[in-house]
């Protein structure tokens, strides 16, 4: 139903804020009036994952630690569930690659940014208690690093901004993104290509070439209406053609069959993102060709 990504300096308080967000939420969902369709609020993080600060202190850990943290996530979402991810995210690529896939579920999403002063988080880190504090050196890389959200991106809208001096997160308009907000369809770089068969080349080759065949032996030169019987690899298929009131030479056909063959081979090639499927029989490419076929001819 929706992500909630939130992100600040690493030791800036994160935790804390995604566990208010995560109980003003519930509290939410306990209210009697609420009808909708979410049923659960589920908090990831490194800690879930139990991935160790140690993770951040080179690229090499680093990169395999974030693609279990983003794979975590997608086997998480879903229409029914908030998914508050709790972690640095300070990439603003890795936000956008979160968001598309928030697109990809067609959730709604918000960034929750949280800040606090770069001499408080040292601070934090070095009074930690839990053993989950970063290395001094890696903490003064990850703030070097950090790549603040912005309002103005639309992977990072609608961001909702908690200093550390304040006692929670605005929570009725974070509810209202989640559960009013717009939401965005899939990006058309995140949709999977459907393939065609391995025999639609084949098969789009072969009949239209059938078609041509027996338009040629069959046409009489007075136009209108001419039934073709065409023979194809899977046995004899019937269909009608218009034609103009004249002979239509073999060369107009051939040219036009080429044409045919050009525009619908990068489709079967490369696969296609056509909302439904795509049907690549050897009837429904004849009933595609007989209609280019009479769109192009001239009378």
Known sequence: MALVTISGFPCSGKTKRAEQIRSGLEDHLK???????????????????SLDRSVYDDSRSEKPARGALFTAMQRQMA?????????PNYIKGFRYQMYCAAREMKLRVCTVYVVALKEQCRDWN???????????????????????????????????????????PPMPLIWDALTKGNIKPPNSGTLSVVKAP??????LEQTSASIVSAIVADQTGLG???????STPSGALKTSISLPTRNVTLSELQRLK?????VHK???TLGTTEKGAVDWGEESIAIKFVTYLQEHMKS
Request: net charge negative.
């Open 31 to 49: 209210n009697d009036n609420y009808q909708g369709p979410i049923s659960k609020i589920t908090v990831l993080s490194d800690d879930v994952l």
């Open 79 to 87: 229409l029914d569930t908030i998914l508050i991810v709790d972690a």
């Open 126 to 168: 070095t009074t930690r208690q839990d053993g989950h504090a970063y290395a001094p050196e890696t903490l003064e890389n990850l703030i070097f690093r950090y790549e603040e959200p912005s309002s103005m991106v639309r992977w990072d809208s609608p961001l909702f901004t908690v200093l550390w001096n304040e006692d929670a």
């Open 198 to 203: 391995t025999d639609a080349l084949q098969a």
């Open 224 to 230: 209108g209406q001419q039934n073709l019987m065409i």
């Open 258 to 262: 080429r044409q045919f063959v050009t």
């Open 266 to 268: 990068k489709a079967i």
